[in-house]
């Protein structure tokens, strides 16, 4: 049994040698390293919403109208953490979010990489952008059998979607997540007013350059002609999918489809009908969207619709309460997005993992002092909104 609030224990021991964490371990202090550390227009990239970012502010405060009640005497001195996800037996009840620039957040160009050795030392899933520096079949190895996700933005090109979904198959992911939301990028400003969108600049392309389908769309490689090859990706890039779309995307694959986006109970039961695996709850961090409800606002009607379909949820989480709020609203599983994208930018593979142990410390510990030996004993009975 894994005990993540173990950690803090090796945190104070190492302080008795007179060392200090290298990485915050709270949010704060963790993101304003990492501004510090990181170019601005990368820091607008990351850390920017929509519109006037109320939507961002709102996913985040909304966690903090629940507050958890204590139960005493329950024993909680074992804590069970694990969950099952789509066949998968997982020692924690979160994952890594897809961040498109996840690459650009590392010193060496390959956030990527990084990310799926990270998920491999700690065993916390990693969902794989489409957006890359490293085309997805490197991802896959890296995970050396951790588990992984790979996340597909639709493309216009049927055939090239229907590539990307087969390749990521044969290279071992264990589910599609198609995200619904960014088929056109929302209004944000703080890359508007830098002009500053890294794909249209050739980043994090890898997934196309590399994929054949992609490749006969083109007169000369993007190794020859990089602008050409971008311009051609714009083109094809955003697809509005419809529910007409959703029996097509079902044969694509036997394995479980995750759609991201759904944020409305009708919609999940429709998506379920349709075949879906997995109803993932998000606003994309309040990057799509100013629209002003937080997503975990939303988690508890989405859940209901959903039945026994898992629930992913993401959208605010800045810590392990956060994590442990989600989780009794009904989650299955809790997606972790900034925060990790930060510590990488902070020290890169050991980043990413002292902030999902962090994370996971705080999250363990509080179910042990607010007696909750189990995930199983977090319901929505056991918060109460704060007045």
Same mark, same amino acid.
């Given at each position: 049994m894994t005990y993540y609030g173990d950690y803090q224990t090796e945190i104070y021991n190492a302080g008795l040698a007179g060392e200090l964490p290298k990485v915050p371990v709270n949010f704060k202090d963790l993101e304003a390293r &990492?501004?510090?550390? =990181?170019? /601005?227009?990368? $820091?607008?990239?990351?850390?920017?919403?929509? @519109?006037?970012?109320?939507?961002?502010?709102?996913?985040?405060?909304?966690?903090?109208?629940?507050?958890?009640?204590?139960?005493?005497?329950?024993?909680?001195?074992?804590?069970?953490?694990?969950?099952?996800?789509?066949?998968?037996?997982?020692? &924690?009840?979160?994952? =890594?979010? /897809?961040?498109? $620039?996840?690459?650009?957040?590392?010193?060496? @160009?390959?956030?990527?990489?990084?990310?799926?050795?990270?998920?491999?030392?700690?065993?916390?899933?990693?969902?794989?952008?489409?957006f890359s520096s490293v085309p997805l079949e490197q991802v896959a190895d890296e995970l050396d059998g951790a588990p992984g996700f790979f996340q597909l933005y639709t493309p216009t090109d049927r055939e090239l979607a229907e590539s990307l979904v087969h390749r990521a198959e044969t290279a071992g992911f264990k589910g599609i997540v198609v995200t619904l939301d960014t088929w056109v990028t929302g209004w944000r400003p703080r890359d508007l007013n830098l002009s500053n969108f890294p794909q249209l600049r050739g980043y994090c392309l890898a997934n196309y350059f590399s994929d054949p389908v992609f490749r006969t769309l083109l007169e000369k490689s993007p190794e020859e002609d990089l602008r050409a090859a971008v311009k051609r990706w714009a083109g094809i890039f955003g697809n509005p999918l419809t529910w007409d779309d959703l029996p097509w995307l079902r044969s694509l694959t036997k394995l479980p489809l995750i759609l991201k986006g759904i944020c409305h109970p009708d919609d999940a039961r429709r998506a379920i009908d349709a075949g879906a695996d997995g109803i993932y709850c998000s606003n994309h961090g309040g990057r799509q969207a100013n629209g002003g409800i937080a997503a975990l606002d939303l988690l508890p009607?989405?859940?209901?619709?959903?039945?026994?379909?898992?629930v992913l949820f993401d959208s605010g989480v800045r810590s392990?309460?956060?994590v442990i709020k989600a989780i009794a609203l009904g989650a299955t599983a809790v997606g972790i997005g900034r925060p990790y994208a930060y510590g990488l930018a902070?020290?890169?593979?050991?980043?990413?993992?002292?902030?999902?142990?962090?994370?996971?410390?705080?999250?363990?510990?509080?179910?042990?002092?607010?007696?909750?030996?189990?995930?199983?004993?977090?319901?929505?009975?056991?918060?109460?909104?704060?007045r």
């Open positions: &990492a501004h510090a550390a =990181m170019p /601005p227009g990368l $820091v607008a990239y990351v850390a920017g919403g929509c @519109g006037n970012e109320h939507t961002q502010r709102t996913n985040v405060s909304a966690f903090e109208k629940w507050g958890l009640v204590p139960r005493m005497l329950v024993g909680a001195a074992k804590r069970d953490t694990s969950i099952d996800l789509f066949g998968c037996k997982l020692p &924690a009840p979160i994952f =890594m979010c /897809p961040i498109g $620039v996840i690459s650009l957040c590392s010193q060496d @160009g390959r956030g990527d990489v990084a990310t799926a050795r990270a998920a491999h030392t700690m065993g916390v899933p990693m969902i794989a952008s489409t009607g989405i859940v209901e619709a959903s039945g026994t379909t898992p392990g309460t956060d902070l020290d890169g593979v050991d980043g990413i993992i002292h902030v999902l142990r962090s994370i996971l410390a705080e999250a363990d510990l509080l179910m042990a002092v607010d007696g909750y030996p189990r995930l199983a004993d977090l319901q929505p009975s056991s918060l109460m909104v704060v």
